[in-house]
Structures are given as structure tokens and as C-alpha cells.
């Protein structure tokens, strides 16, 4: 038996099914490449089919090959889409229904696929991942999702929702969980802009971008529990906006806040201590609906937090992306978010 032979029998059967599937995928990627197709998909093709030849994943393969096959029959997206998206429609009527359910909001975003979305007609001028940090709000959850979809999708953009979830009943860490969401989608794709979300805030009006601009943005001006009116003059918590390097620049949130209060403002320093500026969109747009809610047990407030805030300055290089410890228990591409379960450690 010759040397090539000899090691081909070595390869088991599993291996040779994932050879045979290979073969036409690249044989489709270098079509859609050659047919004028974006590189940017080429691009995200090759890493989730490397990602896949990692796990030897053969039955997501398959999937694979269905969704590129189904990508080259759609015209592809060539012109950026306008700067002003034609399918807005400014303020919108909320409902908060007690009956929906997770599978409503599925057939309702059809187009959304493991949480993500482009828009069929035009180039996304943005690719923004939406980060919500989570643990037991399943119902503001599902409300959220059920109006931000279709928000984003009226706003043109190509994005992404992630869930970050916090495991375990130690106490919660809002910024700590930002940190691994924005770490973690970072794996998937590049995203250029990253909106951190909380998951009880829904969004009136869909002139209120999720886009990010030339500084760090505030995008909740006002909410109905504080009559519309911003909360404080450095307010920066709710919902903000930053590019992947401005956030980089800062060097994140601070892991270092347990339990409620002072990480939003932690924030605010870092941006002002690199001399950027936080703009705001106009009071009649940044409007936010809060869903009723108490303070959650395990995220009582934390005492500590002007003295934290004191030493910002001092700390804020040592402390943030750079030193962010934990371990993904796993990563879930659901149908409307890609659901991420961390433990962050204890206080
Ligand atoms: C305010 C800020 C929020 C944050 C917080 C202090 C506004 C509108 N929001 O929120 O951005 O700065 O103060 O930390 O001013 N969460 C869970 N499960 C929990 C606890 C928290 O999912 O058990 C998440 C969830 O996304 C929630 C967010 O953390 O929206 C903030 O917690 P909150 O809503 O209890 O605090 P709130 O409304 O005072
Ligand atoms: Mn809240």
C-alpha cells in the first residue's frame, strides 16, 4: 500500500463525510466570490465554516451549505442603504400583552436568523450587536424582542441580539456581563457598533438610531416613570451607544460593580477621561417605555459605589476588557437571540 492510501484509511468515517461536504461548499463559496458576491459574507462563510470544522459539526455543515445555497440565489445587496431608512415610522404604539408568547414573536421576524439580520434591498451602513444583560425577566425579555425587531429591521440595519446571562444566584453584575457580550460577540463578527441595552427599556420611537456616531451616545432622554425628563445632567445608563473603539479606548465597563448602581456612571468617566463627549439624540425621540418592575433579589444596592467611583480615574487601565475573567457555560443560537450563559465569579 502507497503512503497516501495508507493514511487515508487512517481517517475515520466521520472525517471523509465531512471532506465530501467540504468540497462543494468551496466550490459555492468561490462561485459567490467570483460572482461579484461581498466579500464581507465570503468572509463570515469562511470563519463560521472554519468554526465548523473545529466541532467536526457534520449536520450543521449541512445547514451551512442550505443557507449559502439559499444566499446565492438572493440579489446581492449593493448599494448602501439610504441615511435616512424610508420605513420609519417615528413614534409607535406599544402593547405589553400578557398572552404573547415566544413562538409569536418568532413568526412575526420570520427574516431574523439565530438573532441576526440584514436587510434584502440595501447594504447596512452599520453592523451594530445589541447587548442585554439578563437573569430572570423572561417577561421583559419577550417584550423587548417582540418591539425591537421590528424597530431595527425599520431602521436598515444589520444586526444582532445577544443575551448575556448571568449564571448562578451570586449578586448580579450589569457591566461585568456587557463586557462579556461585547468580548464574546467579537467571535462572530465585527461588529462596528455595540448598543448596551437593558432588558425592561422598550424604545417609542423609531427615530431614536441604533447606530453609533463620531462620540459615545445616550439614547434615553427621558423614560415614563421620570415623566420624560433626563434623569441627571451625566446620566449614562439605560441604553448607550458606543463604537467597538471607543469602547476599546476606555477599556470597557469596570468588572469591579456588584449589585445595583455606579457602573453607568464609571462609565461616564472613562468616556470624559478620553476626552470624548456624550451626545444625546432630541428629548421628543429618546423616549423609553420602563415595564414596571421591583428591585430584583441579588441585586441590592451597592454601598460601595462612590468610593468606587473615586478611584475611576486611577484604575480604569487595570480594570475593564483587559481583566474580565469568566467562563461560558454556553453559547445558544436560539431563533430570535443568541443566548449566552457566563459565570462571572463572586464579588
Ligand atoms: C438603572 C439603569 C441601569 C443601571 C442600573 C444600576 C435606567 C433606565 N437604567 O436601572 O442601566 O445603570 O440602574 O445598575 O436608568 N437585570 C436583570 N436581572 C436582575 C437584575 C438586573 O436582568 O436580577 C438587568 C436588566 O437588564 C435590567 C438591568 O439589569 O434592566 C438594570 O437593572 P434594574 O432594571 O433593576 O435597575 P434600574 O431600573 O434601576
Ligand atoms: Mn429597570
Redesign the pocket.
Known sequence: MGFCSAACCKLSRRVKYLFLLLLPLSVLAWICLFSGGSVKSFTVFSAATQALIKKENTQDLANLGTSVAVRLMTPTPRTECPKKSPLLQGAVKLNFEPSLKVKDVEGENKRVVEGRYQPLSCTARQSVAIL??????ERHLLYLLHHLHPFLQRQQLHYAVYVIQQAGDAT?N?AKLLNVGYLEALKDYTWDCFIFH????VPENDRNLYVCDSQPKHL?VG?NATGYKL?YKGYF??VSAMSREQFGKVNGFANTYWG??G??DDLRIRVELQKMKIVRPPADIARYT?VF?K??S??EVNKDRMKLLRRTPLVWKKDGLNSCKYQILSVERLPLYINVTVDLGKP
Open positions: 442585554i444583560p439578563h437573569r430572570n425577566r448580579f450589569r437593558d432588558v425592561d427599556l434615553v423614560r434623569h445608563g439605560g445595583w448602581g457602573e453607568d420602563m418592575h428591585r430584583d441579588g441585586n
